[in-house]
């Protein structure tokens, strides 16, 4: 039968196969050679590699463990009895022995004997895990290290796929976890930094409202979008509360003012920014209804703040603490026309010359490290189309998100 696979990157068949007669799904063992990696590097082991994966990075070095569209799967890889498998690993002289792959997580509920039996032997055991696999609560408890490599955009494996908050979550709280990033260049360090801020708190969709996050540029339609999504909704039953950054809270009103004013130092433009929205935390939890329209929310804050100096890694930093939307509709227009709808209009800093020149390609930057990062729900509608038509993508994205928030009623 031909070991079939839906994408390069799925487990498959075989592996289904191999936990269900209680063998490992083996691509190779070997040693005693060096751990390269992790707080063990430079000790000798014995190396367990598994077969399967459920990604595909670009880089891998052992895609043979999964990739059929190089390999034949079924050739470069055996199943192996526990028998055999722990003869070949007490053959290997060394105190280490390294869980690898592939994915050994997708294998998880036959290694637990593996590492009680290497425990027996005073062999300490490290399993080597790409941190999308959720870890049971046996191989959690298990004598052994978790070397976490959380994948960055560099894999090419989208967001959604790479990233588990579960996972992520379940690994932390073992406090056996060690995390570690494949760089390839400069540009990786900020996708790194980022995933280093939220690795132990990927998910800030907080139970609650839907929270809905209107973005763009000035001039997009973001108040005329979020009224008449407001009053869909509404006929449909749906009970829609509106916000707006910054807010009518106390540090929303102050950064309104000083921001209509002269010259202010960027710096504590942009912590009142995010300390209006700290303050704001409660009432977006607590607000009675379904669903919450925000007219600007985080993303503008990462854009705006960029384009006056602010890092958009400092600021991400500020907001660590905050509720990220479950999702953004950003309203993608030339400046051209936004400017053009404005008319020349400049009612604060932000719609002056210098900043608000900077601001489409800040934006553009803010939504590369939330996607990269922090695995945001992004839809980008076309706003230089008619209103009916954006308010009809706005429904159109929406309709999932709605279908799955328990409470909300269908329309």
Same mark, same amino acid.
Request: with cysteine; glycine share 10%; net charge positive.
């Given at each position: ?336 026309? =936004? !400017?053009?709808? $404005?008319?020349?209009?400049?009612? +604060? ?6 900043? %608000? @020149? &900077?601001? *489409? /390609?800040?934006?553009? =930057? !803010?939504?590369? $490290?939330?996607?990269?990062?922090? +695995? ?6 076309? %706003? @230089? &189309?008619? *209103? /009916?038509?954006?308010? =009809? ?19």
């Amino acid at each position: 039968m031909p070991d079939l696979l839906p994408h390069p990157g799925s487990p498959g068949r075989a592996a289904s196969r191999a936990r269900a007669d209680g063998r490992l799904l083996v691509a190779e063992i070997f040693g005693p050679t060096f751990q390269g990696e992790g707080p063990s590097a430079g000790r000798l082991a014995a190396f367990v590699r598994l077969s399967r994966c459920q990604l595909s990075c670009v880089w891998c070095d052992t895609p043979y463990t999964w990739d059929r569209t190089r390999y034949a799967l079924r050739a470069e890889s055996r199943r192996m009895s526990q028998a055999e498998v722990w003869q070949a690993v007490e053959a290997i002289d060394a105190g280490l022995v390294v869980i690898t792959g592939g994915e050994p997580l997708l294998q998880q509920d036959r290694l637990v004997w593996l590492a009680g039996m290497c425990r027996a032997a005073g062999r300490w055991t490290e399993i080597e895990t790409n941190g999308a696999v959720v870890p049971s609560r046996a191989i959690a408890g298990a004598n052994c290290r978790f070397n976490v490599s959380l994948k960055l955009a560099n894999s090419g494996v989208p967001a959604r796929r790479r990233l588990r908050p579960d996972a992520i979550r379940a690994l932390a709280s073992t406090g056996k976890a060690v995390w570690k990033f494949v760089v390839t260049g400069p540009a990786d360090l900020d996708d790194c930094c980022g995933r280093t801020l939220v690795a132990g708190d990927l998910d800030r969709r907080a139970p609650g409202p839907v929270l809905v996050a209107i973005e763009g540029i000035d001039g997009s339609g973001k108040t005329t979008l979020a009224a008449a999504l407001a009053a869909g909704l509404a006929r449909r039953g749906i009970r829609v509360t509106g916000h707006r950054e910054p807010s009518d809270g106390p540090a929303g009103r102050l950064l309104r003012s000083l921001s209509r004013g002269g010259d202010r130092h960027p710096v504590m433009l942009a912590l009142l920014s995010a300390a209006d929205r700290y303050d704001q935390q409660a009432r977006l939890a607590d607000q009675g209804c379904d669903l919450v329209i925000s007219d600007r929310y985080y993303l503008s804050g990462l854009a705006y703040h960029a384009a006056d100096g602010i890092g958009q890694l400092l600021y991400q930093r500020l907001n660590a603490g905050v509720r990220r939307p479950d999702l953004y509709l950003f309203l993608h227009l030339d400046p051209a026309i =936004a !400017a053009a709808r $404005l008319g020349g209009r400049v009612r +604060d800093r932000w719609e002056r010359g210098g900043i %608000a @020149a &900077r601001v *489409p /390609q800040s934006y553009q =930057a !803010a939504l590369h $490290l939330v996607e990269a990062t922090e +695995d945001a729900e992004v839809t980008r509608l076309d %706003a @230089a &189309r008619a *209103p /009916q038509d954006v308010l =009809a993508q706005a429904l159109t994205a929406l309709a999932p998100l709605l279908a799955e928030h328990e409470g909300v009623p269908r329309g």
